[in-house]
């Protein structure tokens, strides 16, 4: 079993920075995937980044390249989200996930998080 509890989130003007955290206790192996989903109101929870938990190389989408870092700290079993040059559309429920793979399918994951709100608003 698997637990993943995030922190971090807030509200943020854009152009801004926040550092999501995602604590992970219990059974996980390093090959296992990692990873940040979204979901803003009305719309189906979204793939953000992710990596193994081992390293490698991230994903990202598309639209957070360059702004977003996925990393993780392995002695202190957290993943992070490092955000910057925040955007209204952003603006999101964040969650953690783990699967036993790496995919940007929400279907894949078999472990979440309670979700941390971002909102990035003048």
């Known amino acids: 079993q698997v637990q993943l509890v995030e922190s971090g989130g807030g509200l943020v003007q854009p152009g801004g920075s926040l550092r999501l955290s995602c604590a992970v206790s219990?059974?996980?192996?390093?090959?296992?995937?990692m990873a940040w989903f979204r979901q803003a109101p009305g719309k189906e929870r979204a793939f953000v980044a992710g990596r193994w938990w081992w390293g490698g190389s991230p994903l990202y989408a598309d639209s957070v390249k360059g702004r977003f870092t996925i990393s993780r700290d392995s002695a202190a079993n957290t993943l992070y989200l490092q955000m910057n040059s925040l955007k209204p559309e952003d603006t999101a429920v964040y969650y953690c996930?783990?699967?036993?793979?790496?995919?940007?399918?929400?279907?894949?994951?078999?472990?979440w998080g309670q979700g941390t709100q971002v909102t990035v608003s003048s």
């Open positions: 996930a783990v699967s036993t793979t790496l995919a940007t399918d929400v279907n894949k994951y078999d472990y």
């Open positions: 219990g059974q996980i192996s390093s090959s296992y995937g």
